[in-house]
């Protein structure tokens, strides 16, 4: 085939994904006839799950497996549970832990799967299939926010006391590492614990990401399992000032020398978060997680399967929203045609789709070289940063489709936009993976010295 006639095909207006390797040479006579003639472009497939090369047919079964279990106990509720402001998390939690996931890449000795990360990416992406961002973000807190570091750094007590339980279910994790007044800076938390007598006793006002709570009859305040990162004081000397001063612990569960404080968010609305204020709340030194002193360097290390499997469990979610704004407007008529024959708005959805595969990718490039010993803290932190600006892009745009549709609190995209804010917030703000990613770059200045 001619130089002209390849122009020919490369330039009409709709051209399909073809596959050009038989235009170079004929097909051999031996060969029998095909349905396509020779010298003529066959089409490709469409890609699957299992073409992508962090996923194996292991992976798709994993995920066919949990939607299954996610479209029997969960999303018949959501609404419900959105509207209550929680959900039954210790039932949820059993009925998950007893099926395996929550502890997918958890050491089976402990109840874990003993499975790559990537599975747990994988387990994320179905849970981006959720009508809600806040039982997955509390799900994904249980199994790769508040145990990480109890399965890498944990003693035999800690494992068997906190591990164990959390992977089964039996506890529901919770973990406080923000304050009001320090947010993203772990290094600095003023909460404090004092050494004394064989138990650390800790001081201090700390925020309470999801499952911050759970209510009895009588209206006290039970937690489950809480993790929280302290500064030393009396083992150590002062409150923390440097990375090396932070540990992280585990309560016990808490009574009536804690208090808590439901916050009313803009959304996650089945998933509390509380203010809790510790007022010299004893725990056992064998409750430590690691050494004295380290906590900062595991919550660091932790964070980047934090991110990438807040990245895994919104682009489902992304995706959804570009898909269900596209049928809404090819269904809602406006001057006499439906809004998606416009070509603003069926260009946008385009352009929208194009920014959420490449962001996939970006994923799953992150999590291959994570399994394969590479740091990606750099990548990681890029991966976070574009996710939680697509994530409010993609949310605003589609919203503003909708129209007055999409201002109202029953429609999904509605609670998108909400529930999606948050990815710019939690695990690292966006300007702190900018920081991060400048320091890897070379360009961050060096801190000021006080004269």
């Given at each position: 085939?001619?130089?002209?006639?390849?122009?020919?095909?490369?330039?009409?207006?709709?051209?399909?994904?073809?596959?050009?390797?038989?235009l170079t040479s004929s097909s051999p006579s031996s060969e029998k006839p095909s349905a396509t003639p020779p010298n003529r472009p066959r089409a490709l497939p469409q890609p699957t799950l299992l073409a992508e090369?962090?996923?194996?047919?292991?992976?798709?079964?994993?995920?066919?497996?949990?939607?299954?279990?996610?479209?029997?106990?969960?999303?018949?509720?959501?609404?419900?549970?959105?509207?209550?402001?929680?959900?039954?998390?210790?039932?949820?939690?059993?009925?998950?832990?007893?099926?395996?996931?929550?502890?997918?890449?958890?050491?089976?000795?402990?109840?874990?799967?003993?499975?790559?990360?990537?599975?747990?990416?994988?387990?994320?992406?179905?849970?981006?299939?959720?009508?809600?961002g806040a039982i997955p973000m509390a799900i994904g807190v249980q199994s790769d926010m508040a145990t990480p570091a109890l399965a890498s750094f944990g003693s035999d007590y800690v494992k068997d006391n906190f591990?164990?339980?959390?992977?089964?279910?039996?506890?529901?994790?919770?973990?406080?590492?923000?304050?009001?007044?320090?947010?993203?800076?772990?290094?600095?938390?003023?909460?404090?614990?004092?050494?004394?007598?064989?138990?650390?006793?800790?001081?201090?006002?700390?925020?309470?990401?999801?499952?911050?709570?759970?209510?009895?009859?009588?209206?006290?305040?039970?937690?489950?399992?809480?993790?929280?990162?302290?500064?030393?004081?009396?083992?150590?000397?002062?409150?923390?000032?440097?990375?090396?001063?932070?540990?992280?612990?585990?309560?016990?569960?808490?009574?009536?020398?804690?208090?808590?404080?439901?916050?009313?968010?803009?959304?996650?609305?089945?998933?509390?978060?509380?203010?809790?204020?510790?007022?010299?709340?004893?725990?056992?030194?064998?409750?430590?997680?690691?050494?004295?002193?380290?906590?900062?360097?595991?919550?660091?290390?932790?964070?980047?399967?934090?991110?990438?499997?807040?990245?895994?469990?919104?682009?489902?979610?992304?995706?959804?929203?570009?898909?269900?704004?596209?049928?809404?407007?090819?269904?809602?008529?406006?001057?006499?045609?439906?809004?998606?024959?416009?070509?603003?708005?069926?260009?946008?959805?385009?352009?929208?789709?194009?920014?959420?595969?490449?962001?996939?990718?970006?994923?799953?490039?992150?999590?291959?070289?994570?399994?394969?010993?590479?740091?990606?803290?750099?990548?990681?932190?890029?991966?976070?940063?574009?996710?939680?600006?697509?994530?409010?892009?993609?949310?605003?745009?589609?919203?503003?489709?909708?129209?007055?549709?999409?201002?109202?609190?029953?429609?999904?995209?509605?609670?998108?936009?909400?529930?999606?804010?948050?990815?710019?917030?939690?695990?690292?703000?966006?300007?702190?993976?900018?920081?991060?990613?400048?320091?890897?770059?070379?360009?961050?200045?060096?801190?000021?010295?006080?004269?």
């Amino acid at each position: 085939m001619s130089v002209k006639s390849l122009r020919s095909i490369a330039t009409r207006d709709v051209l399909p994904c073809f596959f050009f390797r038989s235009l170079t040479s004929s097909s051999p006579s031996s060969e029998k006839p095909s349905a396509t003639p020779p010298n003529r472009p066959r089409a490709l497939p469409q890609p699957t799950l299992l073409a992508e090369h962090v996923y194996t047919q292991d992976h798709i079964e994993l995920r066919e497996t949990y939607q299954k279990l996610i479209q029997k106990e969960i999303e018949p509720y959501v609404d419900e549970w959105e509207a209550k402001g929680i959900f039954p998390a210790h039932e949820l939690f059993k009925k998950l832990g007893s099926a395996g996931f929550l502890g997918i890449s958890k050491p089976s000795q402990y109840g874990g799967l003993g499975l790559s990360y990537s599975f747990e990416i994988a387990a994320a992406e179905e849970l981006g299939k959720c009508s809600c961002g806040a039982i997955p973000m509390a799900i994904g807190v249980q199994s790769d926010m508040a145990t990480p570091a109890l399965a890498s750094f944990g003693s035999d007590y800690v494992k068997d006391n906190f591990l164990a339980p959390s992977i089964s279910g039996d506890l529901v994790a919770c973990i406080g590492i923000s304050e009001q007044d320090g947010g993203s800076d772990v290094a600095n938390i003023t909460s404090y614990a004092k050494k004394k007598d064989g138990h650390y006793y800790i001081t201090g006002l700390i925020v309470v990401h999801t499952c911050s709570s759970e209510q009895d009859v009588d209206n006290e305040w039970h937690p489950g399992r809480l993790d929280v990162y302290v500064s030393e004081h009396g083992w150590g000397g002062g409150h923390a000032s440097a990375p090396e001063q932070v540990s992280h612990l585990c309560p016990p569960q808490l009574g009536r020398d804690s208090q808590g404080q439901e916050i009313d968010k803009l959304g996650m609305d089945s998933s509390d978060t509380a203010q809790i204020y510790f007022d010299n709340v004893k725990v056992p030194q064998e409750n430590l997680i690691g050494e004295e002193g380290l906590g900062f360097v595991y919550q660091m290390l932790q964070f980047q399967e934090e991110r990438m499997w807040g990245v895994a469990s919104m682009v489902e979610v992304l995706s959804r929203l570009v898909r269900d704004t596209a049928e809404y407007t090819r269904e809602r008529k406006a001057f006499g045609r439906a809004l998606l024959h416009n070509q603003y708005i069926h260009f946008r959805l385009a352009e929208l789709e194009t920014e959420v595969e490449m962001l996939r990718s970006a994923l799953y490039r992150c999590v291959g070289l994570y399994e394969q010993g590479y740091d990606v803290t750099k990548l990681a932190s890029m991966v976070k940063l574009k996710a939680g600006r697509l994530a409010r892009e993609v949310a605003d745009s589609c919203l503003q489709f909708w129209g007055g549709m999409g201002y109202s609190r029953e429609t999904h995209v509605n609670r998108a936009f909400r529930d999606l804010r948050l990815l710019s917030i939690g695990a690292g703000a966006d300007e702190v993976m900018l920081q991060i990613i400048c320091k890897y770059m070379g360009t961050l200045p060096a801190p000021q010295k006080n004269k």
